[in-house]
């Protein structure tokens, strides 16, 4: 923002983000998912002039100009899409503070988020999961299932405290940190009604006509499968659906020939429940490893402590750095 609107003696960032207020976040935070400043204040129960000048004391703390005023509400610019990632930082910072003050205030043991991908550490989740309610009975968990490539995102954001999956990009590993915990194989699979069922001497090359289910191009699994493809050979020749949802490819494969490139630990039970075949074919030995991911140089809360150490426990692992 030019000197002619904003002057004075310049404040530094610290000072800055010291004298934003509570309420400033808040009103960030809700102009944010409105970009409409009656509506803002209407949420805020305040009147318009008042949202305004709410918002214009921002940007004089700021010195600068974070939303455009259009004829029909408001557009952050690059500097109002910065401060507002930070308001929602800030707020959930806030909410999980008093969520876990009350907890503690009322003899509980805290809250906990976790995030984990679908299907691969579903076991090791779930006996972690029991161990812990069994050691600590008031803790109160929220867990996420969601592919890595999202949950990353989540845990930068701080809306889950820790991870269960894989890195889909290299560059994470100078933001977080990553314990091996377990790897697992792939298996095709398909409805029990199949034609591939039961059949011998398959190869992946012989599959390449069959339309595939196929998880997104993001996905640490995708880009597993796309590997294994790569080296065998294979270049699908019919249709192919992308979804991270296996309940959505469960469903597919039931009611359709399709295949679909799945971890082992994912299908086992659908496939014992007489839901799902396998189909015999020889995959190359690609075990892709899942871990527990945290944000780097950050010490953990007792509650997430206590957690991890279960979840070490339960995977026969004293923790492996990779």
């Not at 935070?29 to 004391?57: F, S, V, W, Y």
């Not at 409805?191 to 289910?213: M, S, Y």
């Not at 659908?270 to 780097?296: C, F, H, K, Q, S």
Request: glycine share 6%.
């Amino acid at each position: 923002m030019s000197s002619e609107i904003f002057s004075g003696k310049p404040l530094s960032m610290a000072q800055a983000c010291g004298r934003l207020r509570f309420r400033h976040l808040q009103f960030l935070d809700i102009l944010g998912h409105t970009l409409n400043l009656r509506l803002t204040a209407e949420q805020m129960h305040i009147t318009q002039p008042a949202a305004t000048k709410i918002l214009m004391d921002i940007e004089e703390i700021l010195e600068a100009r974070l939303f455009e005023r259009l004829s029909r509400g408001m557009l952050p610019n690059e500097l109002g899409l910065f401060t507002l990632r930070y308001a929602d930082a800030a707020l959930a910072g806030h909410r999980k503070f008093v969520d876990e003050f009350n907890a503690l205030k009322q003899g509980g043991h805290g809250h906990l988020s976790i995030g984990a991908i679908t299907g691969s550490a579903a076991h090791l989740l779930m006996a972690t999961v029991a161990e812990i309610q069994r050691r600590r009975p008031l803790l109160v968990l929220r867990i996420l299932e969601q592919s890595s490539d999202q949950l990353v995102i989540w845990l930068a954001e701080r809306k889950v405290d820790l991870m269960i999956g894989r890195f889909t990009d290299e560059a994470h590993r100078a933001q977080f940190q990553y314990e091996r915990l377990s790897s697992e194989p792939l298996q095709v699979v398909a409805g029990l009604d199949h034609p591939l069922r039961g059949a011998h001497d398959l190869d992946l090359t012989k599959l390449a006509h069959w339309p595939w289910i196929l998880y997104p191009r993001s996905t640490a699994v995708r880009k597993v499968s796309d590997d294994i493809f790569g080296r065998t050979g294979l270049a699908l020749t019919s249709g192919v659906v992308e979804t991270p949802s296996f309940l959505f490819a469960l469903e597919l494969m039931q009611s359709t020939d399709m295949l679909s490139l799945q971890p082992a630990a994912l299908v086992d039970k659908y496939v014992n429940r007489g839901l799902l075949a396998r189909i015999p074919v020889e995959l190359p030995d690609r075990m892709p490893d899942y871990g527990l991911i945290t944000r780097l140089g950050e010490a953990p809360t007792p509650a997430a402590q206590a957690f991890m150490e279960v979840l070490r426990e339960k995977a026969g692992s004293a923790g492996e750095t990779a």
